[in-house]
């Protein structure tokens, strides 16, 4: 059974710090590129980052360039890829949701097969 799982959200203040966590097992993983995204109420979902399986390429969309880093790690069959987020602002708040599929970094969500259920970040001016 795939599974993503993700934790980390929360409530912050803006200029803080959250570092959200997807664990995903199920398939092998270490082959799929993972992804983070996010949707606000009322907007699409958008790309916050990437890191590619194939070459550990990252990406990250405009408007979290320097603030947030995304890194994976693999412990046997399970892979937990990181989003550390830094001088949160108000416009980051979200549902965040951790993606995969096997091919290179896409920003579209729609490229994305595998979707765990998301986790809350709000960030207070």
């Known amino acids: 059974q795939v599974q993503l799982v993700e934790s980390g959200g929360g409530l912050v203040q803006a200029g803080g710090s959250l570092r959200l966590s997807c664990a995903a097992s199920g398939r092998t993983f270490s082959a799929y590129t993972m992804a983070w995204f996010r949707q606000a109420p009322g907007k699409e979902r958008e790309e916050v980052s990437c890191?590619?399986?194939?070459?550990?390429?990252?990406?990250?969309g405009d408007s979290v360039k320097g603030r947030f880093t995304i890194s994976r790690e693999r412990d046997n069959a399970k892979i937990t890829v990181y989003l550390q987020m830094n001088d949160l602002k108000p416009e980051d708040t979200a549902v965040y949701y951790c993606?995969?599929?096997?091919?290179?970094?896409?920003?579209?969500?729609?490229?994305?097969?595998?979707w765990g259920q998301g986790t809350q970040v709000t960030v207070s001016a």
């Open positions: 993606a995969a599929e096997l091919f290179t970094c896409s920003p579209r969500a729609g490229d994305f097969g595998d």
């Open positions: 890191v590619s399986a194939t070459d550990g390429t990252t990406h990250y």
